[in-house]
């Protein structure tokens, strides 16, 4: 008998958002001279991974119309002084630095450096803060949008288009009932997903090497933003159990022998992974109902659509 389940690419979901951004392009050039928004990207450091990714934003940004430049800075030491000029250079629309650079806390430093009108990844402290708090506006007309981190924001664009949201239900509230885990609580991925989810309604169990956390809403999600609940300390139990209780499971372990447990996953549940490496084992599709196994093409659009947003932020500030 065949596998009831299907697995869903990428690149399908990624489509729904590609014809959008690249009619917003088309309109964008009419009036800026037959010319693209420029994005920069900055790459200083030999990561393999950091190299692809800078390769492959380079084509697909210039597939859909945008004009990419990559700034390769040989010494590390010279990029905040690069990011810089980029901030104050009215041609350029976009910035972005591929990490790591220096693989430790002065990362979260440049993050910061990259002026928040250009972030096209969404890092900026100031939409963390709107994220952490359930904000999805930067002005108190509510004209401006607020940007979100890319990675969570595609992984949240998959779920809508798996119809894990429910859109019966209020907007803010349509994953009320679901019940989700994510194997990573990196700063860049794995907490702020697990703050999206639970805004949106869902009980989420956030693991990490250390513990496991659950983030909610309250009960009848009573609260207007997330709050974190400790559950315990890491175990092989305590994951299976909060784990069996998910529909929705998503991974993001860096590492290339990790694999989810397929025991772990409830029958039916929906499996999505965002890291480089495979992180669920082949026969996962004997318990998921659907299987995205990785999830880039869709980061890229997200990163191309805030890019077209902070355009658009930036002209509608000037409207004032
Ligand atoms: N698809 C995409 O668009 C993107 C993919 N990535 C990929 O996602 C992966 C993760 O990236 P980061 O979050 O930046 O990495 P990170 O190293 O900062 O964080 C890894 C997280 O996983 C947890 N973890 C590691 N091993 C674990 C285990 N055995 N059990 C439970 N938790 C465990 C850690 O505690 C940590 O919270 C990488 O492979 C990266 O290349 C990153 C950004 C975008
Ligand atoms: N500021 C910054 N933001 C990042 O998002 C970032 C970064 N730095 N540094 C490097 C890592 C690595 N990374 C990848 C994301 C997806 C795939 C991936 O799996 N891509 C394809 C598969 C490969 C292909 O089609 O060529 C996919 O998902 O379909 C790989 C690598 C993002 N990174």
Known sequence: ???????????KVAET??????????EYKKTHNGQG????????????????????????????????????????DFLEEAIIQANGDDSVNGIMVYFPVFGNAQDQYLQQVVCKEKDVEGLNHVYYQNLYHNVRYLDKENRLKSILPCTPLAIVKILEFLKIYNNLLPEGNRLYGKKCIVINRSEIVGRPLAALLA???ATVYSVDVNNIQKFTRGESLKLNKHHVEDLGEYSEDLLKKCSLDSDVVITGVPSENYKFPTEYIKEGAVCINFACTKNFSDDVKE??????????????????????????NVELSKEK
């Open 199 to 201: 805004n949106d309604g």
């Open 1 to 11: 008998m065949s596998k009831p389940g299907r697995t869903i690419l990428a690149s």
């Open 17 to 26: 958002f590609n014809t959008e951004i690249i009619n917003n392009v088309e």
């Open 287 to 312: 318990k998921a109902s659907l299987y995205v196994p990785m999830t880039g093409k869709v980061t890229i659009a997200m990163l191309l659509r805030n890019m077209l947003r902070l355009v658009r």
């Open 37 to 76: 928004p420029l994005l920069v990207g900055f790459l200083a450091n030999n990561d393999p991974a950091a190299k692809m990714y800078a390769t492959w934003t380079q084509k697909t940004s210039e597939s859909m119309g945008f004009r990419y430049d990559l700034r390769v800075i040989e010494d590390k």
